[in-house]
């Protein structure tokens, strides 16, 4: 039985009682639990940033995640967030959900006063959404470089360019 992407759905905050099918979304997404088991460790540490469902007909169908992040620069740290995970069930992929998570995400993130954003992911997707690879590149990190991407959510770049070790949650181990 193959189902058909859904023309309309909603994205909203997520509630408690959401666990179990968010838990479902993203093991299918990442076709296995590593990627659950981050969801909800990076919940129990209380590293979640800001954290959305896509939902329609009552059924979740897509989730996304931005946990604390610090940049360490000159012995001083200041605050970032991590894109990781974004997930839409496969069935529904390709159909401008993971879009509407991440642009809603972004605007509500520049609402709570947040001004960068990294992800770890494929350049050419993430890149439609601002971010960008070379503006990483003088980031330290555990993770492969060519995949490390800078979003500033407020327009405009700093002057400076943005450089340190990033420090992600307990959560994703180091690396």
Request: proline letters at 5%; charged letters at 20%.
């Amino acid at each position: 039985m193959s189902h058909s992407p859904v023309k309309r759905f909603d994205i909203r905050p997520v509630r408690e009682q959401d666990r179990s099918q968010i838990d479902v979304v993203i093991a299918a997404a990442f076709n296995g639990t590593d990627e659950v088991a981050l969801v909800r460790e990076l919940v129990a540490d209380n590293d979640v940033v800001l954290e959305l469902v896509a939902e329609a007909e009552d059924t979740i169908i897509g989730h996304i995640l931005f946990s604390r992040l610090w940049i360490e620069q000159d012995h001083d740290c200041f605050a970032a967030v991590a894109l990781a995970p974004l997930a839409v069930l496969p069935a529904h992929q390709r159909a401008g959900i993971g879009h509407a998570l991440i642009e809603e995400a972004h605007q509500l993130l520049v609402q709570q006063g947040e001004g960068l954003s990294i992800v770890l992911g494929e350049p050419a997707y993430y890149g439609r959404f601002g971010y960008n690879v070379a503006d990483a590149a003088q980031l330290e990190s555990p993770y492969p470089a060519q995949y490390l991407q800078l979003k500033y959510l407020t327009e405009g770049k700093p002057c400076a360019i943005i450089q340190g070790k990033l420090i992600y949650a307990s959560a994703f181990g180091e690396g």
